[in-house]
């Protein structure tokens, strides 16, 4: 490739000073783009299931019972249906799961009273049951055949949702984070298109082609910077492209028309403030669900 214009040898001092990014640009550039929005997206919506499900499955009976077990008989304080149920579909409910508290008396005749969980197993006030206890710890109790929690510990598997999601978000930012960097540091320039490849991905019904496009640094050295989108118009409207790319390593470049957050960046590389709107709308599903989740948990795990 020839060079492109005058502007591809602009002289070291025009570009080797830090570059400012309004704060506003920073967290538009952070948060925006697909996997953190659709990362966010996920883990909010996720976790709801988390914490419905995940949250209130009993994962502690299999070795809090395994042990040795003392049997006495107790007797039924109140068994009330939880709403919950296993089963059923859309026009019939599945097998009710109850809550069922009930007391017995430990070794030395004082009385205790506690809860247990049990899909189908209902009973009446007062109705004697079978409890089991264990050895050492007359206080950590269940009738036979029940468990300590609404959901048994098979309902874990939601807990993939909210950690693809939270891991896509990651990614993301961790990935914008890095073209932020050569946005404050790197040099701008121009490159030309010279390959269009369509990927076997789709958003919005749309194919998402990789665009690759070459240019020269400082140096004369040619180089070559890819990214993908599938609003192809971003990278077609013009004969040549702009871009920023690292002096140290020069292979490390961003398109400019395809960052994430869509920073307005003029002809001298200058980068100019989003709106607070704009970083508000890319923050909004990061950090705000996310902080939401978090009072739940707060609240969830304290009461």
Request: hydrophobic fraction near 35%; charge should be negative; include cysteine.
């Amino acid at each position: 490739m020839g060079h492109l214009d005058e502007y591809n040898r602009r002289p070291s001092s025009d570009t080797t000073m830090r570059r400012e990014v309004p704060v506003t640009t920073q967290v538009a550039v952070t948060f925006g783009g697909f996997f953190p929005q659709f990362g966010a997206a996920f883990f909010t919506f996720g976790m709801i299931f988390w914490w419905f499900f995940g949250a209130q499955a009993d994962v502690t009976s299999w070795y809090r019972f395994s042990g040795d077990l003392v049997h006495v008989q107790g007797t039924t304080v109140s068994c009330t249906d939880t709403g919950m149920s296993v089963g059923g579909s859309d026009n019939e409910r599945g097998t009710p799961v109850y809550r069922t508290v009930y007391g017995y008396e430990i070794e030395g005749g004082a009385y205790h009273e506690s809860e247990c969980y049990g899909t189908g197993l209902s009973f009446s006030p007062g109705q004697a049951v079978p409890v089991e206890y264990v050895a050492g710890d007359p206080t950590t109790s269940r009738i036979e055949g029940s468990r300590k929690k609404p959901w048994s510990a098979w309902v874990l598997f939601v807990a993939v949702f909210p950690i693809v999601g939270l891991s896509l978000l990651v990614l993301g930012v961790r990935s914008n984070l890095t073209k932020l960097k050569i946005m404050k540091f790197g040099k701008a320039t121009r490159g030309r298109l010279v390959s269009k490849e369509p990927t076997n991905t789709r958003i919005n019904n749309r194919t998402v082609y990789k665009f690759t496009f070459e240019y020269e640094d400082e140096s004369g050295n040619t180089h070559q910077v890819s990214d993908k989108t599938h609003i192809t118009g971003l990278l077609e409207d013009e004969e040549t492209e702009r871009l920023f790319y690292n002096p140290n390593s020069p292979d490390e470049g961003l398109l400019v028309d395809v960052l994430p957050g869509k920073p307005r960046v003029d002809e001298h590389g200058n980068i100019g403030a989003a709106t607070g709107a704009a970083a508000f709308a890319r923050v909004l599903l990061p950090l705000g669900g996310t902080a939401a989740h978090m009072a739940v948990g707060v609240l969830f795990y304290s009461s």
